[in-house]
């Protein structure tokens, strides 16, 4: 049996005049590809499409790939609205990127004084410039390390233009960040104090890192869908990978003593929040205890017991 959708704009006009018709037990994936084969300037990843809104909301649920057209109660005739996601690149090639750039922007501070600071003689290195290019070093090899490793993407693609945004966040506020710290007149806060507050920075990478294992592991091969994350920091935080990251930076800010650091600190974390707040509703949402769900355990969002 068959079924025929209409495929509309946001604006309402059609963009099929004759509709897809497509198997009624078809999936997502089908009905991206037979999009495709109609309107080839759309590829999959460009696409995204949503049921009607429910009264009162403003857009409707986005169909997802791993699902049936039944699964959304669609049916002949039923109305589907289309919307172009632009140019797309892979998440990894992002993440790649956005990454290798704070690695080998704040060395060339730390390495070339002469160029970078004209005019001012570049005395030696003390331990907590030493130190502090040791930690930054470390954090994004194994952001790097992760990509290629650990993490799993839930999209494969993402808007080429976040490429772009992405890369001159990170690369912008490397060298923001390494200018001050390795600047000529730093002066250096207490020896003892830097190297017990990068202690415990490492101490947040590694938790960081345990979080995003956990992460990683939640959804064995060949399942799909959202699993409530349990252990280790899971069992009290929905995003404790967020705090281990926010808190290893707090502590290199406090080991660096720079404002700069501090204002690197503060807007990641402001990003963060944001994911964070969304994350925790969406799983509240999904397990919400009713028709035999589960129910979201009461958890602090991110930094208890503060948020």
């Given at each position: ?11 309402g006009?059609d ?32 696409q ?13 649920e ?13 049916a ?27 690695l ?19 005395p ?8 502090a ?33 992405n890369?001159?966040y ?6 923001y ?6 600047h000529?007149l ?7 104090r830097a190297?017990?507050?990068l ?21 064995p091969?060949?399942?799909?869908g959202?699993?409530?994350p ?15 990251e926010?808190?290893?930076w ?28 969304g ?12 028709e035999?769900?589960?129910?979201y355990?009461r ?9």
């Amino acid at each position: 049996m068959a079924v025929k959708l209409q495929i509309k704009s946001r604006s309402g006009r059609d963009i099929l005049p004759d509709g897809l018709l497509l198997p009624s037990n078809a999936t997502v994936e089908e009905l991206r590809a037979r999009f495709a084969e109609l309107k080839p300037k759309y590829p999959p990843s460009r696409q995204r499409f949503t049921l009607p809104p429910r009264e009162g909301a403003r857009s409707g649920e986005a169909l997802a790939n791993g699902k049936r057209l039944s699964d959304y109660g669609l049916a002949d005739g039923s109305v589907l609205y289309f919307k172009d996601l632009g140019p797309q690149i892979g998440y990894a090639t992002v993440f790649f990127w956005e990454y290798l750039g704070p690695l080998l922007v704040y060395p060339l501070f730390y390495l070339a004084p002469r160029l970078l600071y004209p005019g001012l003689k570049a005395p030696e290195k003390s331990v907590v410039q030493n130190l502090a290019l040791a930690y930054w070093s470390f954090h994004y090899v194994k952001r790097l390390l992760e990509t290629a490793f650990v993490h799993k993407f839930s999209h494969a693609t993402m808007p080429v233009f976040n490429l772009l945004k992405n890369c001159a966040y990170y690369w912008m506020f490397a060298a923001y960040v390494a200018y001050f710290v390795n600047h000529p007149l730093y002066t250096p806060p207490p020896t003892r104090r830097a190297v017990i507050a990068l202690a415990a920075a490492m101490l947040c990478q590694f938790a960081n890192f345990r979080c995003h294992v956990i992460l990683a592991n939640l959804r064995p091969a060949g399942t799909k869908g959202y699993v409530v994350p349990r252990g280790f920091l899971f069992n009290f935080i929905t995003c404790p990978n967020y705090t281990a990251e926010i808190l290893g930076w707090v502590c290199f800010t406090v080991a660096t003593q720079t404002a700069a650091a501090g204002l690197f600190t503060l807007v990641g974390a402001a990003q963060m929040a944001q994911w964070a707040i969304g994350k925790h509703a969406r799983l509240r949402k999904t397990f919400d205890g009713q028709e035999g769900r589960e129910k979201y355990p009461r958890r602090w969002i991110m930094l208890p017991p503060f948020f």
